[in-house]
């Protein structure tokens, strides 16, 4: 599975001019752009395999693995969400810019790169509560919350494994609204009843067959 975004605005808390700052890289409970919701717990498990490797969480220049700008020398859950301090390489043209820009507040948000292991659909409001996600990195972004920063590789067919693929693939390829999406997916499969809280979703041939036949 692809690595995704969830994105959110950023205020920062406090910058030096050695590059650390501190902010939150996920908040809890709150509805994102892609109708997800992230839950207490769901970094758990990441973070602790970072312990356990002694491997720091890196900051990457709007998720361009080729363009690291530092680490993140803290994280951890607390009620609000995923508390962050980052310290950013002033060694690196990169990590000079982004440090200009963020005190300028060019850059206004954090995106975290994740994979989603554990969720739960909500089928009464639409949403998606991740449970746990695979963490990958964190990254300062140009646009925190909109559609612009939103924007993914579409898959072909044969990669639409999970309901949130399918919902995804509705909006991107047919320009479906988020909640007329989620409407339609949640629709087509109201006859199956998957478990609480399930690893992966399989989907159904007939409802893959059911989004083609929309597309003609």
């Known amino acids: 599975m692809a690595m995704k975004t969830l994105d959110r605005p950023f205020e920062l808390k406090d910058i030096d001019s050695k590059g650390k700052f501190t902010g939150y890289g996920s908040v809890f409970g ?47 859950e607390d009620d609000n969400g995923l508390y962050v301090e980052g310290e950013i390489n002033m060694k690196t043209q990169v990590g000079v810019e982004g440090h200009a820009l963020m005190e300028q507040g060019a850059l206004s948000g954090l995106s975290i790169g994740y994979e989603t292991v554990m969720f739960k659909d909500d089928n ?21 919350a909109g559609d612009s920063a939103r924007i993914q590789t579409v898959k072909s067919w044969d990669q639409l494994t999970t309901l949130r693929d399918c919902e995804e693939a509705l909006q991107n390829m047919f320009g479906l609204s988020q909640r007329e999406a989620g409407k339609m ?15 992966k979703t399989v989907v159904p041939p007939d409802l893959i067959e059911s989004i083609r036949s929309f597309s003609l």
């Open 124 to 144: 009464e409001k639409l949403v998606r509560e991740l449970h746990e996600v695979d963490l990958w990195e964190i990254s300062p972004v140009t646009f925190p």
């Open 30 to 76: 709150e509805v994102d752009s892609y109708r997800d919701i992230v839950i207490k717990g769901a970094f758990k498990n990441s973070l602790a395999r970072f312990k356990e490797l002694k491997r720091k969480v890196p900051m990457l220049w709007q998720h361009s693995s080729r363009q690291p700008m530092g680490v993140y020398s803290q994280l951890k």
């Open 185 to 199: 997916i949640h629709a087509i499969k109201a006859a199956s009843q998957g478990e609480p809280a399930q690893k």
